[in-house]
């Protein structure tokens, strides 16, 4: 199944046919952010691969993009020197053709002057020392495990199984209608001292503090 970007988004501007039937204040944010998000979205997919490939880009070349790309939207604890001149390290716990993908895409690839590497691990290892943790469907059962593990550490997690957040988990990537979309929980980031852009707050379908909506 391809992920293609929305049609009536393409341009990075709303039809005319969205924005007449939008009235009022609240209305019109909620324009503004769909603008954003559609924006970064396309951006995202654009920057790695292309025009033609961005709109037929597979649902795990989507979520690739985006794992890579939350490492420029966040804030990161300041690094000692030893861990400024290491690599930005993206883990992948269990079975995921989004490892295969993380490998191509961040291939000869450098983010604030550190070269990227993807590793992929057991439900057992020690994971603390990812920056980003794609924790697969598979683990599921681990999740627990796995999460008790991170506490008090820095590592942003992220998954595509449900009720991700719910579990304590940091981001979550939702399918619908053929787009890959994140929900993004700021009490487990702020907790790991990591800082989210409002940029990529704006680009996420829903946005919680522990687990309750945040306006």
């Given at each position: 199944?391809?992920?293609?970007?929305?049609?009536?988004?393409?341009?990075?501007?709303?039809?005319?046919?969205?924005?007449?039937?939008?009235?009022?204040?609240?209305?019109?944010?909620?324009?503004?952010?769909?603008?954003?998000?559609?924006?970064?979205?396309?951006?995202?997919?654009?920057?790695?691969f292309?025009?033609?490939?961005?709109?037929?880009?597979?649902?795990?070349?989507?979520?690739?993009?985006?794992?890579?790309?939350?490492?420029?939207?966040?804030?990161?604890?300041?690094?000692?020197?030893?861990?400024?001149?290491?690599?930005?390290?993206?883990?992948?716990?269990?079975?995921?053709?989004?490892?295969?993908?993380?490998?191509?895409?961040?291939?000869?690839?450098?983010?604030?002057?550190?070269?990227?590497?993807?590793?992929?691990?057991?439900?057992?290892?020690?994971?603390?020392?990812?920056n980003?943790?794609?924790?697969?469907?598979?683990?599921?059962?681990?999740?627990?495990?796995?999460?008790?593990?991170?506490?008090?550490?820095s590592?942003?997690?992220?998954?595509?199984?449900?009720?991700?957040?719910?579990?304590?988990?940091?981001v979550?990537?939702?399918?619908?209608?053929?787009?890959?979309?994140?929900?993004?929980?700021?009490?487990?980031?702020?907790?790991?001292?990591?800082?989210?852009?409002?940029?990529?707050?704006?680009?996420?379908?829903?946005?919680?503090?522990?687990?309750?909506?945040?306006?």
């Amino acid at each position: 199944m391809k992920f293609s970007l929305p049609s009536k988004w393409n341009d990075g501007h709303p039809t005319s046919e969205q924005t007449s039937v939008e009235h009022g204040v609240g209305a019109g944010q909620r324009v503004l952010r769909s603008v954003l998000a559609a924006f970064m979205a396309i951006s995202f997919l654009l920057l790695h691969f292309g025009n033609c490939e961005a709109q037929s880009a597979t649902e795990y070349q989507v979520k690739a993009a985006y794992l890579f790309n939350f490492i420029r939207f966040v804030e990161w604890p300041e690094a000692s020197t030893a861990e400024a001149q290491s690599k930005w390290t993206i883990g992948v716990v269990g079975n995921s053709p989004i490892a295969e993908e993380l490998s191509k895409l961040v291939e000869s690839k450098n983010i604030l002057g550190r070269e990227l590497q993807v590793k992929t691990f057991q439900a057992t290892d020690n994971l603390r020392g990812c920056n980003i943790l794609f924790i697969s469907e598979s683990e599921k059962k681990h999740l627990p495990g796995i999460l008790a593990g991170l506490r008090g550490s820095s590592v942003m997690t992220v998954a595509d199984m449900e009720h991700f957040i719910d579990a304590g988990g940091m981001v979550q990537f939702v399918v619908e209608d053929a787009r890959v979309r994140i929900s993004i929980d700021v009490g487990a980031t702020g907790r790991a001292r990591l800082k989210v852009s409002s940029k990529l707050l704006a680009l996420a379908r829903n946005v919680t503090d522990d687990g309750s909506a945040k306006n």
